[in-house]
């Protein structure tokens, strides 16, 4: 990322964010195994018609990683609130990937009057995740061996996975992905959210979804190896007026595939494009 970053505090502990632009606020939330840079592909486009700011979760990145913590998705909702409170944003659009989208349906039910519209990609949820690898996780076991080895070899392997264009799989760019892993503060950050993952928290909304009356789109990146387009589809279906975009040459991590198509898709969805 080419920007400062910033902190604000939530509960005694720091949370980072990078902020630019001008214009209506356009909070950015990522997933598990990244942290903010997953945006940076996106942040030209955005940054001409948005305040943007990409936060941190709690655990990851540059955010702190204190041992312990509650690192679930209804705890990070809260978290993500507090410091818009903090920075006094009142109302804002919500462009979120994998677990922060399941973080994105929290805060959308929650906290309806607050969130304009939501960008759901990727996402999470009801109970058709978490998935493995990270599953092995939140085994006790696998989480130590983890904490000791994790092993670059694989990580990459993982990433690689996840992107459609493999040629973009760059030295530079498993570099970001590894950065938080090279500490051991920055392993353990990893390993509790893992250990936090909870579908349930997901499983409890289900119904709420059903009365959202904000615009909801969903992109799904039909090359996703990890989460099924069943996800995307009956969320599609149960989130009243929702959108639904399927782009053939995204996987995973497809902000590194079509960052200008994801750029042009929420300039069109919130109203700027």
Same mark, same amino acid.
């Given at each position: 990322?080419?920007?400062?970053?910033?902190?604000?505090?939530?509960?005694?502990? &720091?949370?980072? +964010?990078? #902020?630019?632009?001008?214009? %209506?606020? *356009?909070?950015?939330?990522?997933?598990? /195994?990244?942290?903010?840079?997953?945006?940076?592909?996106?942040?030209?486009?955005?940054?001409?018609?948005?305040d943007v700011i990409?936060?941190?979760?709690?655990?990851?990145?540059?955010?702190?990683?204190?041992?312990?913590?509650?690192?679930?998705i209804k705890a990070?909702?809260?978290?993500?609130?507090?410091?818009?409170?903090?920075?006094?944003?009142?109302?804002?659009?919500?462009?979120?990937?994998?677990?922060?989208?399941?973080?994105?349906?929290?805060?959308?039910?929650?906290?309806?009057?607050?969130?304009?519209?939501?960008?759901?990609?990727?996402?999470?949820?009801?109970?058709?995740?978490?998935?493995?690898?990270?599953?092995?996780? &939140?085994?006790? +076991?696998? #989480?130590?061996?983890?904490? %000791?080895? *994790?092993?670059?070899?694989?990580?990459? /392997?993982?990433?690689?996975?996840?992107?459609?264009?493999?040629?973009?799989?760059?030295?530079?760019?498993?570099?970001?992905?590894?950065?938080?892993?090279?500490?051991?503060?920055?392993?353990?950050?990893?390993?509790?959210?893992?250990?936090?993952?909870?579908?349930q928290l997901l499983?409890?909304?289900?119904?709420?979804?059903?009365?959202?009356?904000?615009?909801?789109?969903?992109?799904?990146?039909?090359?996703?190896?990890?989460?099924?387009?069943?996800?995307?589809?009956?969320?599609?279906?149960?989130?009243?007026?929702?959108?639904?975009?399927?782009?053939?040459?995204?996987?995973?991590?497809?902000?590194?595939?079509?960052?200008?198509?994801?750029?042009?898709?929420?300039?069109?969805?919130?109203?700027?494009?």
């Amino acid at each position: 990322m080419d920007l400062p970053v910033q902190f604000t505090e939530v509960d005694g502990n &720091r949370i980072a +964010f990078y #902020r630019t632009g001008g214009g %209506a606020p *356009l909070v950015l939330v990522h997933g598990i /195994t990244t942290y903010s840079f997953i945006w940076r592909r996106l942040l030209p486009g955005l940054k001409k018609n948005f305040d943007v700011i990409a936060i941190d979760l709690l655990g990851c990145g540059a955010s702190d990683k204190p041992v312990g913590k509650d690192y679930s998705i209804k705890a990070q909702s809260r978290i993500i609130k507090q410091a818009l409170d903090n920075l006094g944003i009142d109302s804002f659009h919500l462009v979120t990937h994998d677990i922060g989208g399941g973080i994105g349906q929290i805060m959308a039910v929650d906290y309806p009057e607050r969130v304009r519209d939501l960008v759901l990609i990727n996402t999470v949820a009801y109970d058709y995740w978490p998935v493995q690898p990270i599953i092995t996780m &939140r085994v006790p +076991f696998i #989480r130590q061996l983890a904490m %000791a080895s *994790l092993d670059f070899g694989i990580f990459k /392997t993982i990433v690689k996975r996840g992107i459609y264009h493999k040629e973009r799989v760059t030295d530079e760019l498993m570099e970001l992905f590894w950065q938080p892993l090279r500490t051991k503060e920055g392993r353990q950050g990893f390993l509790q959210l893992a250990k936090c993952i909870n579908n349930q928290l997901l499983l409890d909304i289900a119904d709420r979804l059903k009365d959202l009356t904000i615009p909801v789109m969903i992109v799904r990146g039909d090359a996703d190896p990890y989460l099924t387009p069943e996800i995307c589809e009956k969320l599609h279906r149960e989130i009243p007026g929702s959108r639904l975009e399927r782009i053939a040459t995204g996987a995973h991590f497809i902000q590194e595939d079509e960052p200008e198509r994801l750029v042009a898709l929420i300039n069109d969805f919130t109203g700027v494009g």
